[in-house]
């Protein structure tokens, strides 16, 4: 057993030793990075300047030292006369243990909060955290973890025992050099300070456990708060359904079996696709000449400012569950997808470069009846990678499996159902050469992403003339649909990619049907949402269904019955719109509302009080509400009525009406 040095306790100094390396190590990586890598978080453009940057908010990580100083010494103190007895050595090593499981879990949360930035644009939070437990496979965690990780997680673990074997007299200078070297740096940092006063975003500027801490602190607060003010929303009935014009059916509607193509673009925003980035040059020009010879939905928003969430409306009809938790990924989730509601012998495949763990309802997926699936695990194709010092991002070429989507539908059976899903406009927005350049690449997150956007409306092109090619686009029905949208500063500083917030630079998001036999040109201008998108293909291809069995409408209606569209913010935020364009959100964080009125205010800069929107902010509050409970036991009834084999019971066989769809809610 090690003796313990009474005057200067080895323990709390290695400790502190040990997190002083944490947090300079922390620093070093994210000034370096910063510097170097191509996409920077919230697009910081850093001086030239690098020291100050470095040096500049020191001052958090310091602190915390300090703070981690006191603190074990206090602990220390308290345990000494336990720990100095004789025959118990073991509570010596328990005290080493729990201080080696500390240093690993600081060191993990600051890796962690240096990968999320520049691979997510955010920090480690609660929402983070939730995520973590909630969604992703622990297994799939532990494959991001590079040399580089390794390292900088066992390194504390060297200085702890390098400093606590030192010799006292060692140990000693160790510590006046220590304290000297703090109050400079200390020193150092407020003067940065002073001459560089310009914020910068609170994820690169706080200590990441300092910012983890308060953030579940102010969680904790939000949670007593909610507690004393009662339940946080209305139980009210739903508000009931009011007929909007749309328009009537299409005559030319027919019986026959046509091939659906469904492509998803991932993070591509409306606002976005036909922006004229300089004089007649817009990122995604064969799409507008697609929308005009389509069903252009202008005014559609996602369902969700997550792809998981989104693309189980697209293919279900449903709202995801109002909560962080992800509905589509769960292994007991049996609702039908469209799959399921088409006639026996369709043929179905799903291509996706990016892997399905980390934002694809796969469960969902398969459990409706698709199941192959081609995705990064089990593609053999060139990976597009961007090596940094964090490691790698995951992604096939998207020209590649592009060219393999298409060989896949040339060898398909008709009918068919051929889902596409992109990840090409996704973060870190590989450069993909000159050739798909809209403008020149530079630091600006945001210039990659047009150019990407041009790549997609290439690979777009062609999907489109390989069906041309084979005779197939007379007999397919072509949908293109974004899952969401995606943010580049706009209204907040760290308001990028899309998981943020819900303005509608994060929630508008492109959709069009295309087969000029079934859906006549046309640009529609009431709000949409993906929950539409299954009852109007359905209505298209005249299957039969029960309307109660979506959350969405047709489009084919003659009047829309219902009132509001929603969405789920990730952050936190319920959203509505109403017919009249009225946007109602409602944070579940701060229990607080606001309202927009997008006609006259398109870019969401004068937020409303919501006491003249009392009835939306109700009706929102209360379909939340409900709809998880409605979703679940829905889920519980489609599981009851399973097949004896233990699949689900096609929807497509006769007596449909009186099927699994039957089983839905009704209001």
């Known amino acids: 057993m090690l003796r313990l040095e009474p005057v200067i306790p080895k323990t709390p100094f290695a400790f502190s030793f040990s997190l002083l390396g944490i947090v300079l190590i922390y620093r070093i990586q994210l000034t370096w990075s910063l510097f170097t890598y191509s996409v920077r978080p919230f697009d910081f453009d850093p001086s030239r300047h690098p020291f100050w940057v470095m040096i500049r908010d020191l001052s958090y990580d310091l602190g915390l030292v300090l703070l981690s100083f006191g603190g074990s010494?206090?602990?220390?103190?308290?345990?000494?006369?336990?720990?100095?007895?004789?025959?118990?050595?073991?509570?010596?090593?328990?005290?080493?243990?729990?201080?080696?499981?500390?240093?690993?879990?600081?060191?993990?949360?600051?890796?962690?909060?240096?990968?999320?930035?520049?691979?997510?644009?955010?920090?480690?939070?609660?929402?983070?955290?939730?995520?973590?437990?909630?969604?992703?496979?622990?297994?799939?965690?532990?494959?991001?973890?590079?040399?580089?990780?390794?390292?900088?997680?066992?390194?504390p673990i060297g200085l702890f025992w390098g400093v606590f074997l030192l010799p006292f007299p060692l140990r000693r200078r160790l510590l006046q050099a220590t304290l000297g070297g703090g109050i400079l740096l200390f020193a150092f940092s407020g003067l940065a300070s002073l001459l560089h006063p310009a914020p910068l975003p609170a994820e690169l500027r706080s200590n990441p456990t300092l910012s983890l801490f308060a953030d579940l602190?102010?969680?904790?607060?939000?949670?007593?708060?909610?507690?004393?003010?009662?339940?946080?929303?209305?139980?009210?009935?739903?508000?009931?359904?009011?007929?909007?014009?749309?328009?009537?059916?299409?005559?030319?509607?027919?019986?026959?079996?046509?091939?659906?193509?469904?492509?998803?673009?991932?993070?591509?925003?409306?606002?976005?696709?036909?922006?004229?980035?300089?004089?007649?040059?817009?990122?995604?020009?064969?799409?507008?000449?697609?929308?005009r010879e389509s069903w252009y939905l202008e005014r559609h928003f996602t369902t969700s400012n997550i792809t998981t969430k989104a693309v189980f409306s697209l293919l279900s009809g449903r709202y995801d569950l109002f909560s962080q938790e992800m509905f589509g990924t769960r292994p007991d989730a049996f609702l039908p997808s469209l799959l399921?509601?088409?006639?026996?012998?369709?043929?179905?495949?799903?291509?996706?470069?990016?892997?399905?763990?980390?934002?694809?309802?796969?469960?969902?997926?398969?459990?409706s009846g698709l199941k192959e699936i081609y995705h990064f695990d089990n593609l053999t194709l060139r990976k597009r990678e961007e090596k940094n010092a964090f490691g790698r991002y995951l992604g096939r070429d998207e020209v590649e499996t592009i060219d393999f989507f298409n060989r896949r539908i040339q060898r398909a059976k008709e009918p068919f159902l051929a889902i596409y899903l992109s990840f090409a406009a996704h973060l870190p927005y590989f450069d993909y050469g000159s050739e798909y350049h809209l403008v020149p690449p530079d630091m600006r997150m945001i210039s990659r992403y047009y150019n990407n956007l041009n790549l997609l409306d290439h690979m777009l092109k062609r999907v489109y003339d390989r069906l041309k090619q084979e005779g197939l686009l007379g007999r397919t029905i072509l949908v293109i649909a974004g899952d969401h949208g995606q943010a580049f500063g706009q209204h907040h500083p760290d308001n990028f990619m899309h998981h943020r917030y819900s303005y509608n630079e994060n929630l508008a998001t492109p959709m069009m049907f295309h087969q000029p036999a079934l859906f006549r040109p046309r640009s529609i201008q009431v709000p949409t949402s993906h929950v539409d998108l299954l009852p109007t293909l359905l209505d298209a291809l005249r299957i039969p269904y029960v309307p109660h069995a979506f959350?969405?409408?047709?489009?084919?209606?003659?009047?829309?019955?219902?009132?509001?569209?929603?969405?789920?913010?990730?952050?936190?935020?319920?959203?509505?719109?109403?017919?009249?364009?009225?946007?109602?959100?409602?944070?579940?964080?701060?229990?607080?509302?606001r309202a927009f009125?997008?006609?006259?205010?398109?870019?969401?800069?004068?937020?409303?009080?919501?006491?003249?929107?009392?009835?939306?902010?109700?009706?929102?509050?209360?379909?939340?509400?409900?709809?998880?409970?409605?979703?679940?036991?829905?889920?519980?009834?489609?599981?009851?009525?399973?097949?004896?084999?233990?699949?689900?019971?096609?929807t497509s066989q006769k007596g449909r009406e009186e099927g699994l769809v039957k089983t839905t809610r009704t209001e």
Not at 340 to 366: D, M, N, R
Not at 573 to 587: F, P, R
Request: hydrophobic content about 40%; some cysteine.
């Open 340 to 367: 399921a509601f088409l006639p026996e012998g369709y043929e179905a495949f799903l291509v996706t470069p990016s892997p399905l763990q980390w934002y694809f309802p796969a469960a969902f997926v398969k459990n």
């Open 597 to 650: 009125d997008l006609k006259i205010d398109p870019e969401e800069i004068r937020p409303l009080d919501c006491t003249a929107f009392q009835h939306q902010l109700e009706a929102l509050q209360t379909f939340a509400l409900k709809h998880n409970l409605h979703l679940l036991q829905d889920n519980e009834r489609i599981k009851e009525a399973k097949g004896s084999d233990g699949t689900l019971v096609s």
């Open 551 to 593: 959350d969405g409408e047709s489009l084919f209606h003659p009047r829309l019955g219902r009132r509001y569209i929603f969405a789920y913010g990730y952050e936190g935020t319920l959203n509505s719109i109403d017919a009249h364009w009225i946007k109602v959100q409602y944070s579940l964080k701060t229990r607080t509302c």
């Open 217 to 291: 602190g102010e969680e904790v607060r939000r949670k007593v708060f909610q507690e004393e003010e009662g339940p946080p929303l209305p139980s009210g009935e739903m508000a009931s359904r009011e007929a909007s014009p749309i328009f009537t059916p299409n005559p030319l509607a027919s019986d026959r079996r046509w091939n659906i193509v469904l492509f998803i673009m991932e993070s591509v925003g409306s606002r976005y696709i036909f922006d004229p980035t300089e004089p007649g040059r817009i990122p995604m020009p064969f799409l507008q000449s697609l929308a």
């Open 73 to 155: 010494w206090l602990v220390y103190r308290a345990f000494r006369p336990i720990l100095r007895k004789k025959g118990r050595p073991w509570l010596n090593t328990l005290a080493v243990a729990i201080t080696h499981l500390l240093l690993l879990g600081l060191a993990l949360l600051h890796q962690a909060h240096l990968r999320l930035l520049f691979e997510a644009q955010t920090g480690m939070g609660y929402f983070v955290l939730q995520e973590l437990l909630h969604n992703v496979p622990k297994v799939e965690i532990f494959k991001f973890v590079g040399w580089q990780e390794i390292v900088a997680l066992l390194l």
